[in-house]
């Protein structure tokens, strides 16, 4: 199993308005599967549709803005190593 390339994805209104990596690929790492967290609606689709599935799923949210800060899945039937994991490090809010 390889980890993942930290990314930083910039959101406006709604919409992802830039992903890049935030620090460069150490070798054999990952920088897919980004699109579908790129936003916090897509973060809680993405949790959604693995609820749907039946997928075991664990979550942790930001007490003040109640956005996930780690979200992980994984299938009932899969081993433990293959299970997807994402963690917001850090949020910036823009001023309106």
Not at 6 to 14: E, Q, S, T, Y
Not at 36 to 44: C, I, K, N, P
Not at 77 to 82: E, T
């Amino acid at each position: 199993m390889y980890g993942h390339v930290p990314f930083l994805i910039k959101v406006r209104n709604g919409k992802n308005i830039s992903m890049e990596p935030a620090r460069e690929n150490r070798g054999s790492e990952l920088t897919d599967g980004y699109e579908s967290v790129a936003t916090v609606e897509q973060m809680f689709e993405t949790m959604k549709k693995a609820c749907e599935r039946g997928d075991n799923v664990v979550a942790t949210f930001d007490s003040q803005l109640g956005v996930p800060t780690y979200f992980g899945f994984s299938n009932i039937a899969d081993p433990p190593d293959k299970a997807d994991g994402f963690k917001l490090e850090k949020l910036t809010p823009f001023a309106k």
